[in-house]
């Protein structure tokens, strides 16, 4: 489980992603201050990470990336922490379509090829 500091290549998640589920690497998305973490068995302890460095609950979102998928494609907005009603976003996906774009633009930043 890190931060991710350096941009990653979908080669090297591919190589994480083998390590723990196969084809699928879980990752937890900052919004706010445009950085991503990856690599754990669970969302929440991605997010748990995430909130010790200083990351407030709001702008964390969990998606799953598989990197053998093509384009955007890869990403999948689908994570237990997704549940936040009191945000209006009730199902683990990420309904609202702004947040999903700001979502997608810190991965671009994070994930490179």
Not at 77 to 94: C, E, H, T, W, Y
């Amino acid at each position: 489980m890190k931060i991710i500091k350096d941009a990653l290549t979908r080669a090297e998640l591919n190589q994480a992603a083998d390590a723990l589920f196969g084809n699928m690497i879980k990752a937890v998305v900052d919004i706010d201050r445009k950085v991503m973490a990856v690599d754990a068995e669970l969302h929440s302890d991605i997010e748990a990470l995430l909130l010790e460095d200083g990351s407030n609950q709001k702008n964390l979102w969990g998606i799953n990336l598989y990197p053998e998928i093509p384009g955007n494609d890869f990403v999948e907005f689908d994570a237990m922490i997704n549940l936040k009603p009191s945000q209006g976003n009730r199902s683990r996906g990420v309904e609202d379509v702004k947040i999903q774009k700001e979502i997608m633009a810190v991965v671009e930043k994070w994930v490179k090829g």
